[in-house]
């Protein structure tokens, strides 16, 4: 087995997996906290798979093209990477054939402090600092010299309450990656030469 990451684990602790957070509390439990003003704490080229699971919508809008960079240095060269978030588009194209409620969509836009009915309460920093959709994060993956940029949404299992998915190509068993239509879902490779 690999050295694998799970960047902005929140209370999905993934076993097997390096977890980090940028807060520790009675929910959050990760293996190292993150100061998110500085570079991860790791040696360039280090993990084999990376997992982003409602992470970037969270790093500020300015921000995300030097948070990607550093998830570049810290990935071995080819290694996988996932990223799962809310796409806002989906989200409101859902809640317009009457799919998902309006909660959701203003969940999944960018906003300040929204607490979800029902959920625990929001945390400090948990806000979305921007509005993401797949076309988007498709474009900061390119941007960010990405290689294999791929649509994973339709490999995920039609499973909503998945703990984990394990990729049949990659044998990775990704944490946390249960099946909601109003999400995108992207993988791609760090380039084999940095």
């Known amino acids: 087995?690999?050295?694998?990451?799970?960047?902005?684990?929140?209370?999905?602790?993934?076993?097997?997996?390096?977890?980090?957070?940028?807060?520790?509390?009675?929910?959050?439990?990760?293996?190292?906290?993150?100061?998110?003003?500085?570079?991860?704490?790791?040696?360039?080229?280090?993990?084999?798979?990376?997992?982003?699971?409602?992470?970037?919508?969270?790093?500020?809008?300015?921000?995300?093209?030097?948070?990607?960079?550093?998830?570049?240095?810290?990935?071995?060269?080819?290694?996988?990477?996932?990223?799962?978030?809310?796409?806002?588009?989906?989200?409101?194209?859902?809640?317009?054939?009457?799919?998902?409620?309006?909660?959701?969509?203003?969940?999944?836009?960018?906003?300040?402090d929204f607490v979800v009915p029902g959920a625990e309460p929001a945390r400090g920093g948990a806000s979305h600092h921007w509005n993401c959709h797949h076309d988007r994060v498709w474009q900061l993956l390119t941007d960010a010299g990405f290689d294999e940029i791929k649509n994973m949404f339709n490999r995920i299992p039609n499973d909503p309450t998945g703990t984990s998915w394990t990729d049949v190509k990659t044998k990775i068993t990704w944490p946390v990656v249960g099946k909601y239509y109003w999400q995108f879902a992207i993988s791609c490779k760090a380039p084999l030469s940095k």
């Open 1 to 112: 087995m690999g050295t694998y990451l799970n960047v902005g684990c929140g209370t999905h602790y993934a076993q097997g997996w390096v977890n980090t957070d940028v807060s520790r509390d009675e929910l959050t439990t990760p293996d190292i906290v993150i100061d998110p003003t500085k570079p991860y704490p790791f040696e360039d080229n280090h993990f084999d798979a990376i997992y982003l699971g409602h992470v970037l919508e969270h790093v500020a809008w300015w921000a995300v093209p030097d948070f990607l960079a550093d998830m570049k240095r810290i990935a071995k060269p080819g290694a996988e990477i996932l990223i799962v978030g809310p796409d806002v588009f989906k989200t409101i194209q859902r809640w317009a054939q009457k799919l998902e409620p309006w909660w959701l969509v203003m969940s999944a836009l960018e906003h300040q």
